[in-house]
């Protein structure tokens, strides 16, 4: 918006609207690159929904954890073959994503100097999030056809070292707290409880200029400290007890609503926009991503396309805003992938063994969102001797659940298929196909690889429903993928014409980036660090 404006205080540097992984990294990088004043803006008290993740980070190119689990020969460029089957190159150019691959080994290196540590054994086996003693897994569809003929597979999900938080002890905290730490150290200054709510540029050149925030005044000093007690306790909760996380947001959101009455304008020569995606954005979801209709939210209230929203405000074009990443894993214990999932019609849905967001993708676009995984009593057993070895904490507690009591069973592949609801006749014909490619030595009908595949013949047979849910113990957590659409090299925003805006940048989910077509575990908090530094380090050089 262009407005004339009086900023309050002297310009500084940098502003940098969100303070979570991507954030903090653009801080730290602009630090490095010679900005002498930066400011960071977050809503809560930073760490944002990276703080609440796993803290994977996907990297590979013969990284130092890769190289002690014996998977130094991984290069940058098999990397690369194996992402640009994942990546539409759309949302990043392939020189884009060259670069990402070709500094995954500085940029893992760049953290750990900034405090974060990575480290530990592969997990040998197939796993959402592997237990503490594991550093090292396959986080996407590397393995699975046609995946493993373009690239040689390589486990590239490094898990951040930690005593990590909450029901699966994640350790997202445990990235992002101590290059919170590292910035400060560096004299970025943090302003919490900070929401930006207007970005203004000038009215001759259409340079970003000003950020207009409001916040709690001096006075209101208890009501900032219940503010960000509630906020982030609720971050907290976020996770695995949304409930009570929906009831303390609430009332935070009732504190800021009566307490935050003072409204600052900072002047700075750039503005880099790292405030989150927009899957707490009921409206916006509704216009933009009709599919993710089922799915649950997987972020804090921070995500609430804010900064997108902004960056359009300036004439900032975005790009795949209809894309979502929803997961449905059925892994560990991995025996669960050596079964079917098929959707009302008896047909398979597709392979069980890619990864658990295009498991998810493929419920959606095949069979309304339905999915039923069956098996028969061997490999039902086989996943009933593999769940202490291969499970742990809530994770655990939820197979426990399944193999108990949220399954159905019966003597007949027909019997079990009425009772879903699902074709048996067409059921019985896709486990016989499966079947007998197993026999005959054929390729998988929809070409699961061979290490998943074991026949479906010795009853009794199982069934789990595991259909989209956006509540209860089977819910699908779910992400945005997309957002402002920015300048390779430099992470600038691109208005409708396709130049940038001067002194603007996105970062994170903010902007389009890295995994803004498809999702592995591991990419988002790779793209955050990836362009929250390349728009920290722009955001510098153009100063001088």
């Known amino acids: 918006m262009h407005r004339m404006a009086i900023a309050e205080g002297p310009p500084v540097d940098v502003v940098v609207v969100g303070g979570g992984l991507a954030g903090i990294c653009a801080a730290i990088a602009a630090v490095e690159k010679g900005a002498s004043s930066v400011v960071v803006l977050d809503r809560h008290c930073g760490g944002g929904a990276s703080a609440i993740s796993g803290g994977i980070v996907y990297a590979g190119g013969g990284t130092r954890t890769q190289r002690e689990a014996g998977y130094g020969d991984d290069t940058a460029d098999n990397m690369f073959r194996y992402l640009r089957e994942e990546v539409d190159l759309a949302a990043v150019d392939e020189e884009t994503l060259r670069r990402f691959c070709d500094e995954s080994v500085a940029r893992m290196e760049w953290l750990e100097s900034h405090g974060a540590k990575f480290g530990g054994p592969l997990c040998p086996y197939r796993t959402s999030y592997p237990k503490p003693e594991y550093g090292l897994l396959y986080t996407g569809s590397e393995k699975a056809y046609p995946y493993c003929e373009k690239a040689t597979p390589a486990p590239r999900g490094h898990r951040t070292n930690g005593k990590g938080s909450g029901g699966m002890k994640y350790t997202g905290g445990d990235l992002w707290r101590p290059l919170f730490e590292s910035a400060l150290k560096m004299g970025v200054r943090f302003e919490p409880a900070s929401r930006v709510e207007e970005l203004i540029t000038d009215h001759v050149d259409g340079r970003a200029k000003c950020v207009r925030y409001r916040c709690f005044d001096h006075s209101a000093g208890f009501s900032a400290s219940l503010y960000k007690w509630f906020a982030e306790t609720g971050k907290e909760y976020e996770p695995h007890l949304r409930p009570l996380a929906r009831l303390l947001n609430g009332v935070a959101e009732t504190i800021w609503k009566y307490g935050a009455k003072k409204v600052t304008t900072l002047e700075s020569r750039a503005v880099i926009l790292a405030a989150g995606g927009f899957i707490r954005n009921k409206t916006m979801l509704q216009e933009s991503c009709p599919n993710a209709a089922g799915l649950a939210t997987h972020g804090t209230t921070g ?18 805003l209809d894309r979502v990443s929803g997961w449905r894993f059925m892994y560990a214990p991995e025996a669960f992938l050596e079964g079917v999932i098929v959707g009302p019609s008896g047909e398979r849905v597709g392979p069980e063994d890619h990864y658990g967001a295009a498991v998810c993708g493929n419920m959606i676009e095949h069979s309304g969102g339905k ?39 019966a003597t007949t592949l027909e019997a079990l298929a ?127």
């Open 303 to 320: 995500d609430d396309g804010s900064g997108i929203k902004l960056g359009q405000s300036t004439g900032g074009a975005v790009s795949h």
């Open 418 to 544: 009425m009772s879903f609801k699902i074709d048996p006749g067409k059921l019985k014909k896709t486990v016989q196909e499966y079947n007998d490619a197993i026999t005959n030595k054929q390729p998988d009908p929809v070409r699961k690889q061979d290490q998943y595949r074991s026949p479906i013949a010795s009853p009794p047979f199982y069934g789990i429903d595991i259909s989209i849910k956006d509540d209860g113990l089977m819910i699908v957590p779910a992400i945005t993928l997309g957002g402002l659409r920015v300048d390779g090299p430099s992470g600038m925003v691109l208005n409708q014409a396709g130049q940038p805006i001067p002194g603007l940048y996105a970062a994170g989910r903010t902007a389009a980036g890295v995994c803004s077509n498809n999702y592995v575990t591991g990419l988002s908090l790779a793209d955050c660090v990836f362009s929250g530094k390349r728009a920290g380090e722009h955001a510098a050089h153009s100063l001088s």
């Open 371 to 409: 999915g039923y995984l069956i098996l028969d009593s061997t490999q039902w057993n086989k996943v009933k001797s593999n769940v202490d070895e291969q499970t742990h904490s809530l994770w655990r507690t939820l197979v426990q659940y399944l193999l108990a009591f949220g399954h159905k069973k």
